[in-house]
């Protein structure tokens, strides 16, 4: 059973940096793609970065140059570090995965397999 954990969400203040992790159980981690979504409250699941098995990445829009996505296939699990957030940034962040050897993927519906989201709350 494929299992994805979120953590290292919390409060933090505008500037204010971030790491959050995702722990992945129950599949080959090396050989999946993972991709980090967020959603604030009334509005849609936004992409935010992915990583490909091989370490492509891909961002979008909403990371600019302050959000890094990494991971480490012999632990099992990847990370967004963000950086410089922004009372914009508050919302659930999510990490999912893909099937093996897919690619990365900007799109939510194409991933197979969701974390629970863990809070992230910037304040002005």
């Known amino acids: 059973q494929v299992q994805l954990v979120e953590s290292g969400g919390g409060l933090v203040q505008a500037g204010g940096s971030l790491r959050l992790s995702c722990a992945a159980s129950?599949?080959?981690?090396?050989?999946?793609?993972v991709g980090w979504f967020r959603q604030a409250p009334g509005k849609e699941r936004e992409f935010v970065a992915a990583?490909?098995?091989?370490?492509?990445?891909i961002y979008g829009d909403s990371a600019e140059d302050r959000f890094a996505i990494s991971r480490d296939n012999a632990k099992n699990t990847a990370w967004l570090q963000m950086s410089n957030l922004k009372p914009e940034d508050t919302a659930v962040y999510y990490c999912?995965?893909?099937?093996?050897?897919?690619?990365?993927?900007?799109?939510?519906?194409?991933?197979?397999?969701w974390g629970q989201g863990t809070q992230v709350t910037v304040s002005s």
């Open positions: 129950g599949l080959t981690f090396s050989r999946i793609p």
């Open positions: 990583i490909s098995w091989i370490g492509g990445v």
């Open positions: 999912a995965a893909r099937r093996a050897t897919t690619a990365m993927s900007r799109i939510p519906t194409e991933y197979d397999s």
